[in-house]
């Protein structure tokens, strides 16, 4: 069980309590977290992150982003990605269109690669 974070702060119910979550919410809030973190980044777990930087070199920047998304959680051993989907944003972002796989339960969700955090994409 974990607790929820949106928008970089925790989520509250009607009563100011954090709200918890569990099983496959919590693996796409894990999964959105790593996606989100430039690798090297956070000075408490260098491990954690992605790199997406010089994503768009390559031919296929569909393809390649999948590649990067699943290398990102390949230590995490329960969860697995199904389908990844990319595509650019008009201010230079990237949308992440993904399939959270947790067991035999699958989650839609959306993570946005900020241009900045990354180096220009294009």
Same mark, same amino acid.
């Not at 974990?2 to 809030?29: M, R, W």
């Not at 690798?39 to 954690?48: A, N, P, T």
């Not at 070199?57 to 199904?82: M, P, T, V, W």
């Given at each position: 069980?974990? =607790? $929820?974070?949106?928008?970089?702060?925790?989520?509250?119910?009607?009563?100011?309590?954090?709200?918890?979550?569990?099983?496959?919410?919590?693996?796409?809030? +894990?999964? /959105?977290?790593?996606?989100?973190? /430039? !690798?090297?980044?956070?000075?408490?777990? +260098?491990?954690?992150?992605?790199?997406?930087?010089?994503?768009?070199?390559?031919?296929?920047?569909? /393809?390649?982003?999948?590649?990067?998304?699943?290398?990102?959680?390949?230590?995490? @051993? #329960?969860?697995?990605?199904? !389908? *990844? +989907?990319?595509?650019?944003?008009?201010?230079?972002?990237?949308?992440?269109?993904?399939? *959270?796989?947790?067991?035999? @339960?699958?989650? #839609? =969700?959306?993570?946005?690669?900020?241009? #900045? $955090?990354?180096?220009?994409? #294009?």
């Amino acid at each position: 069980m974990d =607790t $929820l974070i949106e928008n970089g702060e925790f989520a509250l119910d009607v009563c100011g309590y954090p709200v918890k979550i569990h099983s496959v919410d919590e693996a796409v809030q +894990r999964v /959105k977290i790593i996606l989100s973190v /430039k !690798k090297g980044s956070f000075i408490y777990d +260098r491990e954690l992150g992605s790199d997406f930087s010089g994503l768009f070199l390559s031919g296929n920047f569909e /393809k390649e982003a999948a590649l990067r998304c699943r290398e990102a959680i390949a230590d995490q @051993e #329960e969860i697995s990605l199904g !389908k *990844v +989907r990319a595509e650019m944003l008009e201010n230079g972002n990237i949308l992440l269109n993904l399939e *959270v796989v947790l067991g035999n @339960e699958i989650k #839609e =969700t959306e993570a946005e690669l900020d241009a #900045e $955090l990354w180096g220009n994409f #294009e």
